[in-house]
């Protein structure tokens, strides 16, 4: 069985810092790209940011200069270092994996249970 677990959330005003973690865990053989996710009230989930297992990364244009993805492949965990946090970044944000079970077969797509940020003005 497959977890991901995100940590990292919270209140933060607005122009400040966060940092959040996900942690894959699990019988996983490998993992493609990771990426998150966000989804505001009343509004679609939408991709913030992804990073495949190259290194390769892909940001929302709302993002761009501001968050960073990185990951650690070794410890199968993704993170997002998020600065100059406006009010309209408050959200819950989803961790999501794209890995292998095992050397055959596809790949198969797991997501997080989430972490809120809210930024205040």
């Known amino acids: 069985q497959v977890q991901l677990v995100e940590s990292g959330g919270g209140l933060v005003q607005a122009g400040g810092s966060l940092r959040l973690s996900c942690a894959a865990s699990?019988?996983?053989?490998?993992?493609?790209?990771m990426g998150w996710y966000r989804q505001a009230p009343g509004k679609q989930r939408e991709l913030v940011a992804a990073?495949?297992?190259?290194?390769?990364?892909n940001y929302a244009d709302s993002v761009k200069g501001r968050f960073t993805i990185s990951r650690d492949n070794a410890k199968n965990t993704v993170y997002l270092q998020m600065n100059s946090l406006k009010p309209e970044d408050t959200a819950v944000y989803y961790c999501?994996?794209?890995?292998?079970?095992?050397?055959?077969?596809?790949?198969?797509?797991?997501w997080g249970q989430g972490t809120q940020v809210t930024v205040s003005s």
């Open positions: 699990g019988s996983i053989f490998s993992i493609n790209a």
């Open positions: 999501n994996a794209d890995l292998f079970l095992s050397v055959v077969g596809p790949s198969y797509d797991y």
């Open positions: 990073i495949t297992s190259g290194g390769r990364t």
